[in-house]
């Protein structure tokens, strides 16, 4: 695998993991929510994740997987800093 799969799947995998925990969290947050539908999101969250990031790993050009690593990190540094 070439130096720049690794580097974006790293990226990918850190910046998803931390997107499931703010998924789950909000959803924790609402009002009128169970533990069934915390799980249910992170387990739909982490579904994506992997197919992203075996996606990146796999068969996507560089440019599409920067982008992704790209929008993950936009999307943790936002949803982060959102009070």
Known sequence: MEIWRMAATALLVLFGGILVLVVMAQARDRKGRSRG???????????????????VALWLPSTVAWGLVAAAGIAVAVLTMVD
Do not use: E, P, T, Y
């Not at 539908?37 to 996606?55: F, Q, Y």
């Open 37 to 55: 539908d915390v799980a249910r999101n992170g387990a739909i969250a982490s579904a994506v994740l992997v197919v992203a990031v075996l996606g």
